[in-house]
């Protein structure tokens, strides 16, 4: 395969603007720090962001928060032992909320930083490119820069939710020299116009990244959350110029030891995955699932019941999808690597999918397998696998 360059995106939790957060500050939102008097806000920005714009990251974020806190009917809130993270950003600024059961609500603002890492997940479109025919040269294998392996689910809806099985930290099943090999685990949607050169298309991904660093004493692992978002607006040049667009997906490099970083979910757990296109016009994912830390400040090893909100800050209303996509890979410059999940009870708008749904499958270097009607089982093995 062709080697491509790529741009990591690697982060807790994150979400996509294409206008500065101050765009929230209107008639309807907070316009003092009063509010922001009953939480600890933690600078880490070079430049401070001002109060009335924290107020209304803020003011979304907790409603996020109370919304997903509501829905969980099974139990009283005083007996909630869940952490519950929401992050976005603009621009220049990623903004972290959490609130959890034994601290006070915390608001970490940090500043975006750029990297040169080159990443499968943030910047492949080649593999969407592939998977569709849109415009480029046929390749030994379906990714650019790595291996892994697909399912398209070739049923729309609202929404598509999945338990995402993921593997133990072993590097007999998945690789972990970071970050010459970087694994992912992930679903996401497309959308496919049928105008000329593919434009107005779509592409999302999101799901977690293996990290190595994360805990109090930066050796454990965990997976964390990752997103990314693109659209075709221009057509097809070059393997450098591919006429996509990634918008505002923040970039970290992935040694970054920053504290707010220092948690994941936990190796061997099955975090139940859900995804949207449009929510209330925005791209949305949630993972409710065990996390390795209590906090996102990793300052303590102690398996927590973790809920993850991200969202975009900008509605991008779309208004339709061509497919759903559940994939396992594994980002290097070798085209080598391990890594495996299992999906099941795999839900659109809470219906058992169909296995007539299910198409392809995609491989490069793995084996995909389906049992039943909704149990896919993707291995990533280039010692294995062609």
Same mark, same amino acid.
């Given at each position: 395969?062709?080697?491509?360059? +790529? ?216 997976? +964390? ?99 759903? +996509? ?61």
């Amino acid at each position: 395969m062709n080697y491509s360059k +790529k741009i990591l995106t690697s982060l807790l939790i994150s979400s996509f603007a294409v206008f500065p957060v101050s765009a929230f500050a209107d008639d309807t939102l907070p316009t003092s720090s009063l509010e922001l008097a009953e939480i600890n806000v933690v600078h880490q920005e070079t430049q401070k962001v001002a109060d009335y714009q924290l107020a209304a990251v803020l003011q979304i974020a907790k409603n996020a928060v109370e919304e997903e806190r509501d829905s969980k009917v099974a139990f009283a809130k005083s007996a909630d032992q869940t952490t519950y993270d929401y992050i976005t950003f603009d621009e220049q600024y990623t903004y972290f909320y959490e609130e959890s059961a034994n601290a006070a609500p915390e608001l970490w603002v940090v500043d975006k930083t750029d990297t040169n890492v080159e990443s499968l997940l943030a910047g492949n479109v080649n593999e969407f490119n592939e998977a569709n025919s849109i415009n480029v040269a046929p390749r030994a294998g379906f990714i650019g820069d790595g291996v892994g392996g697909r399912m398209n689910v070739n049923t729309t809806g609202s929404y598509l939710m999945a338990l995402m099985q993921l593997p133990l930290a072993d590097s007999n099943i998945v690789s972990l020299d970071r970050p010459n090999h970087i694994a992912f685990n992930y679903g996401g949607f497309e959308y496919t116009t049928t105008v000329t050169d593919g434009i107005g298309s779509w592409a999302a991904d999101m799901g977690v990244e293996l990290y190595n660093n994360l805990g109090p004493s930066a050796t454990s692992y965990g997976w +964390k959350p990752v997103i990314i978002l693109k659209k075709k607006n221009r057509p097809y040049v070059s393997e450098t110029n591919t006429g996509w667009d990634q918008y505002q997906s923040a970039t970290f490099d992935p040694s970054y030891n920053q504290v707010q970083t220092k948690n994941g979910y936990k190796p061997g757990t099955a975090p139940l995955m859900y995804f949207w296109y449009n929510y209330n016009g925005k791209v949305r994912i949630k993972i409710d699932g065990t996390s390795i830390c209590p906090t996102l400040g990793g300052y303590s090893l102690q398996d927590t019941p973790n809920i993850t909100i991200m969202e975009s800050n900008a509605s991008w209303n779309i208004a339709s999808i061509s497919r759903w +996509k559940l994939l396992s890979t594994v980002w290097s410059k070798t085209d080598t690597g391990k890594n495996r999940t299992t999906f099941s009870n795999i839900k659109v708008d809470g219906t058992p999918i169909s296995s007539s749904a299910l198409s392809g499958p995609l491989n490069d270097h793995s084996n995909v397998t389906v049992s039943g009607n909704n149990v896919i089982t993707i291995v990533v093995n280039s010692d294995i696998y062609n």
